[in-house]
């Protein structure tokens, strides 16, 4: 079976520019995360998908990033505008259960660069 | 809020040897605590799932504790290899459920 999939695997774009991000979870997995990680840190939450309904997305910089998860299966995240501190990368993760009760699966990244 | 430290500096050892890498926590006792296993390009891979109420796990040649009085788990792999080279992050939630991530602790095994 198929982990879970992310495209782009790596996107460079200019400041001020938009991109989105795609991810396609394990099958039934309900709960269904992005995460930014900055290198030499560990991932940071930025939303939380609990089947359609986004919850925990207190740290989402709402004036410029968006998400959303059709029909509860796969998601995308976008940014527009991108800024230079937007260069990340961006983590997709899914689980059966409740964050951290049971194992979350990651997919490889998308490595975000704006120049 | 909750804050999750690990060790930034590398854990260099020899082949063989036990590693032991820490994970201490600041205030509230994570009901959950974690342990994955990231190498460079990849996504984090789960390893270990531990309870507040549980002391100890083991899988085969890695062991987790928790201990609830220090605030600190500790992540042993025996019989290190080189292969075990990586980087090694923690992650806990709470009451909450908001997962929190160390910033993790690169492992080098030498032969």
């Known amino acids: 079976e198929a982990g879970v999939v992310q495209s782009p695997r790596y996107k460079i774009i200019e400041k001020k520019q938009p991109v989105a991000f795609w991810c396609n979870p394990i099958?039934?997995?309900?709960?269904l995360y992005w995460y930014r990680q900055n290198l030499g840190q560990g991932p940071e939450l930025l939303i939380r998908y609990e089947n359609e309904e986004a919850v925990d997305d207190s740290q989402l910089p709402k004036d410029r990033f968006s998400a959303e998860r059709l029909k509860g299966v796969d998601s995308t995240l976008k940014i527009q505008p991108a800024e230079l501190g937007d260069s990340a990368v961006y983590l997709c993760?899914?689980?059966?259960?409740?964050?951290?009760?049971?194992?979350?699966?990651f997919g490889q990244g998308t490595r975000l660069t704006v120049v | 809020s909750q804050k999750i430290e690990q060790n930034s500096e590398a854990l260099n050892i020899q082949e063989g040897k036990t590693a032991t890498l820490t994970c201490n926590y600041t205030?509230?006792?994570?009901?959950?605590l974690q342990w994955y296993r990231q190498d460079p390009g990849r996504g984090p891979v789960f390893l270990l799932l531990i309870r507040e109420n549980e002391k100890e796990k083991r899988k085969e040649r890695l062991k987790v504790t928790f201990d609830t009085t220090l605030k600190q788990s500790l992540f042993h792999i025996t019989a290190s290899q080189p292969a075990d080279s990586a980087t090694y992050l923690c992650?806990?939630?709470?009451?909450?459920?908001?997962?929190?991530f160390g910033r993790g602790t690169s492992l080098i095994v030498h032969p």
């Open positions: 993760a899914s689980s059966l259960g409740p964050p951290l009760s049971t194992e979350a699966f």
């Open positions: 099958s039934g997995h309900n709960t």
């Open positions: 205030n509230y006792s994570p009901a959950y």
């Open positions: 992650a806990q939630a709470g009451g909450s459920y908001i997962p929190t």
